[in-house]
């Protein structure tokens, strides 16, 4: 099992964090059109589920599986949003989600005077706490073949 990579986007649709560790194949176009082609996708997704779901939806859209990899979405009531891709075999991933929200971003961004919220993350600390988060995973490989 492994994680391929890792966005947080504000409300807005700007990309506000991206990292990756076990991406084996690049898009083929700037981070930008990337940036924007995922969050469009997002938003159409989330549309969609509220929309043809038959009941109401609490948590509404949570992970979507393709034949290659499995993406995971947490939105946090403010509206950002964290996507993380995974290889098939990881479950349900909404509580590390959650966590990373909670612990990683509330504490290192939102609580940093020199982090500007709705602005692109730069802060090394951040960076650092997410990245020993994630490789303790257990469904974190370190790399894949």
Known sequence: MTIYNFYV????????????????????????????LMYGMIFSIKSFVNRISPTDVKDGFMSFKTSQYK?????????????????????????????IYSTIYVEYVVKNPNCELDKQITSDLFRTKLDDYIKGLPFFAAKVS
Not at 10 to 27: A, I, M, P
Not at 71 to 99: A, C, P, W, Y
């Open 9 to 36: 986007f504000d409300r807005n649709g700007t990309c506000l964090y991206y990292v990756d560790w076990n991406r084996r194949k690049q898009s083929g176009m700037s981070a930008d059109e990337e940036y924007k």
């Open 71 to 99: 993406l995971h979405f947490f939105e946090s009531l403010s509206g950002l949003k964290f996507i993380m891709n995974t290889d098939l075999n990881v479950g349900n991933i909404r509580d590390n989600l959650k966590q």
